[in-house]
T-cell receptor, first 117, second 114 residues
Framework: AQSVTQLDSQVPVFEEAPVELRCNYSSSVSVYLFWYVQYPNQGLQLLLKYLSGSTLVKGINGFEAEFNKSQTSFHLRKPSVHISDTAEYFCAVSGAAGGTSYGKLTFGQGTILTVHP | DTGVSQDPRHKITKRGQNVTFRCDPISEHNRLYWYRQTLGQGPEFLTYFQNEAQLEKSRLLSDRFSAERPKGSFSTLEIQRTEQGDSAMYLC????????????FGPGTRLLVL
């Protein structure tokens, strides 16, 4: 079984400031990690994913995340945020290919990022 | 290339009524997933299909819930005898054979049970 903990339910930040959204996971098997963004009354859009290889992954809209296996973390960062980044962000985990939980996403509770002018 | 579509986008029903939602995945995506999202929570897995076969169902999917994907294309999710606790956003996602770990989500169907 897997679980995801997003350590901050809300993160307020000023425009052009850097931001970090924190995510920790728990799993007994190898995992894939994802960050999704959800705008009000919309579905989820994939920001980035970690499958294997380089632990620093870059995604859309200037976001990046770093996989840290020893700390079981996958924090999301952006060096300079815009008003349009205001949304809810979800961290998710699935088992790696070949495992029983492959393809089934387990989500955290979400972090609401609010960018103020 | 159209994305995942869901119909209806909103549904208001009275307790005890049956409702059915439809999901059309991205063309040629062989996997299709259903999730439920309640206010202030992340999505929770309900079930998934590989082609027309339903491979896994969550314990969240009570006997009142049934999902089908008869021809391996679109899918329906039916809730019988709705309860107020069924009020939620129902999300559908699909993934392709060549990248099954990457799911593309539809806009969701928001259900309100009065």
């Amino acid at each position: 079984a897997q679980s995801v903990t997003q350590l901050d339910s809300q993160v307020p930040v000023f425009e052009e400031a850097p931001v970090e959204l924190r995510c920790n996971y728990s799993s007994s098997v190898s995992v894939y990690l994802f960050w999704y963004v959800q705008y009000p009354n919309q579905g989820l859009q994939l920001l980035l994913k970690y499958l294997s290889g380089s632990t620093l992954v870059k995604g859309i809209n200037g976001f990046e995340a770093e996989f840290n296996k020893s700390q079981t973390s996958f924090h999301l960062r952006k060096p300079s945020v815009h008003i349009s980044d205001t949304a809810e962000y979800f961290c998710a985990v699935s088992g790696a290919a070949g495992g029983t939980s492959y393809g089934k996403l387990t989500f955290g509770q979400g972090t609401i990022l609010t960018v103020h002018p | 290339d159209t994305g995942v579509s869901q119909d209806p986008r909103h549904k208001i029903t009275k307790r005890g009524q049956n409702v059915t939602f439809r999901c059309d995945p991205i063309s040629e995506h062989n996997r299709l997933y259903w999730y439920r999202q309640t206010l202030g929570q992340g999505p929770e897995f309900l079930t998934y299909f590989q082609n027309e076969a339903q491979l896994e169902k969550s314990r969240l999917l009570s006997d009142r819930f049934s999902a089908e994907r008869p021809k391996g294309s679109f899918s329906t999710l039916e809730i019988q005898r709705t309860e107020q606790g069924d009020s939620a956003m129902y999300l559908c996602a699909s993934s392709p054979l060549w990248s099954q770990e990457t799911q593309y989500f539809g806009p969701g169907t928001r259900l309100l049970v009065l």
